[in-house]
């Protein structure tokens, strides 16, 4: 167990250990499906925290890691098709995400919603390609979005 969830209730915990998995589905849910690659950016990541995440975060990511392709799997089925329903309904949870990060340690909680929204601009940045930038340098709905 992580020594900052000690506070929280098993459900607050479960949403936290989940939540990079929501931010990555979230990010990689487009068109109704699941971009691949984005997906496979996100478990990739996911890892890669256990090992680079500033060190109060380590042992959180360790945990997340353990069970973090069932999760995304889980969720991306839970919320399938990604319509505008389906994608509020998950907005929800993820804010519920802030409001457990609230009863944390403040530094803690802190660099966890830091963590959080680098890795969501990680995930959604996956398949952007310099060509896009270069090619459409002005927003296209449906080609910049996710």
Do not use: W
């Not at 109704?32 to 990511?61: C, E, G, M, S, W």
Request: hydrophobic residues 40%; proline residues 4%.
């Amino acid at each position: 167990m992580i020594p900052q969830f000690e506070k929280l209730s098993g459900e607050e915990a479960e949403l936290l250990l989940e939540a990079p998995a929501l931010i990555s589905v979230m990010a990689s849910c487009s068109d109704r499906n699941i971009n691949k690659r984005q997906k496979a950016d996100a478990i990739k990541l996911a890892h890669i925290k256990t090992f680079t995440a500033i060190p109060v975060l380590q042992p959180y990511y360790r945990e997340v890691e353990k069970d973090f392709a069932n999760r995304f799997d889980r969720i991306a089925e839970k919320y399938f098709p990604f319509d505008e329903k389906k994608r509020n309904e998950l907005k929800e949870v993820i804010s519920k995400v802030q409001v457990v990060i609230g009863k944390l340690d403040l530094s803690f909680g802190s660099a966890l919603s830091k963590s959080f929204e680098r890795y969501a601009g990680h995930v959604k940045r996956a398949t952007h390609t310099i060509y896009q930038d270069f090619a459409f340098p002005i927003y296209l709905f449906g080609l910049t979005d996710i």
